[in-house]
């Protein structure tokens, strides 16, 4: 079982940056797939990007691509989520998700997908 505690959340101008990262309790973090999610009031939660158990492969959603970065340091249990060129649109709470997998490759982009959830970090992108 895994544990994970977003954190780096704020508000940000639009056309800025911000880092967020989840942090995993357990010894076995490089055993799942990680993955982060967003969720805005009144829509249903979405994929943002997720990364394969040894970093080697990462997936975005077509929103985020190029802006985005997802990287993972199993050292410290963490994975990140570098956001720039931000927009009003990215306005949401996002969660970072940990599914365990023997596949180390792979990634996955559905909610349904994953075991284990942080609580979330807000994100408020002003103009």
């Known amino acids: 079982q895994v544990q994970l505690v977003e954190s780096g959340g704020g508000v940000v101008q639009a056309g800025g940056s911000l880092r967020l990262s989840c942090v995993a309790s357990g010894r076995t973090f490089s055993t799942y797939a990680v993955g982060w999610f967003r969720q805005a009031p009144g829509k249903e939660r979405e994929f943002v990007a997720a990364?394969?158990?040894?970093?080697?492969?990462?997936s975005y959603a077509d929103s985020v691509k190029g802006r985005f970065t997802i990287s993972r340091d199993n050292a410290v249990n963490t994975v990140y989520l570098q956001m720039d060129s931000l927009k009003l649109e990215d306005t949401a709470a996002y969660y970072c998700?940990?599914?365990?997998?023997?596949?180390?490759?792979?990634?996955?982009?559905?909610?349904?997908?994953?075991?284990?959830w942080g609580q979330g970090t807000q994100l408020t992108v002003s103009s």
């Open positions: 990364i394969s158990r040894g970093g080697g492969t990462t």
């Open positions: 998700a940990a599914r365990s997998t023997s596949l180390y490759d792979w990634t996955y982009s559905v909610v349904n997908y994953y075991d284990y």
